[in-house]
C-alpha cells in the first residue's frame, strides 16, 4: 500500500489550496482514505476521509464549509480541496487508509506542509 500526499505550499489567509493523496491500486481498494493533520507542539488531528467505493464523506465539524474531499477511482487520487485559509490551518498534511470501518488507520503516506500566512 502506497499512499503520497503532495500539493501543499505557501499561501496568504483566505486563499485556497488542493491538496492531492495519490495512492497505489492496492490501497485505493481499501474502506477509506483520509486526511490528518499536525499542527507545530500540537497533535495530530482528523481533518477528513471518503470512504472509497460509496464516496461518503466525513468532516471535522471544525472544518465543514470550508474544506471538500473527493475522489477520482481513475486516477487512484483523493483531494481536499482546502478553501478561506486561515494561519490556524499551518499544518503537515498527511492522508492514511484503513481495510475497514471504526479500524485505526494503518497505513500512512509522508505529509506535505501547508503554511498560511497571516
Known amino acids: 500500500v502506497q499512499l503520497q500526499a503532495f500539493g501543499g505550499g505557501l499561501v496568504q489567509a483566505g486563499g485556497s489550496l488542493r491538496l492531492s493523496c495519490a495512492a497505489s491500486e492496492r490501497a485505493f481498494s481499501m474502506y477509506d482514505l483520509g486526511w490528518f493533520r499536525q499542527a507545530p507542539g500540537k497533535e495530530r488531528e482528523f481533518v477528513a476521509a471518503?470512504?472509497?467505493?460509496?464516496?461518503?464523506?466525513l468532516y471535522a465539524d471544525s472544518l465543514k464549509g470550508r474544506f471538500t474531499i473527493s475522489k477520482d477511482n481513475a486516477k487512484n487520487t483523493v483531494y481536499l480541496q482546502m478553501n478561506s485559509l486561515k494561519p490556524d490551518d499551518t499544518a503537515v498534511y498527511y492522508c492514511a487508509g484503513r481495510e475497514r470501518i471504526a479500524a485505526n488507520y494503518e497505513y500512512w503516506g509522508r505529509g506535505t506542509q501547508v503554511t498560511v500566512s497571516s
Open positions: 471518503i470512504t472509497l467505493r460509496r464516496g461518503s464523506s
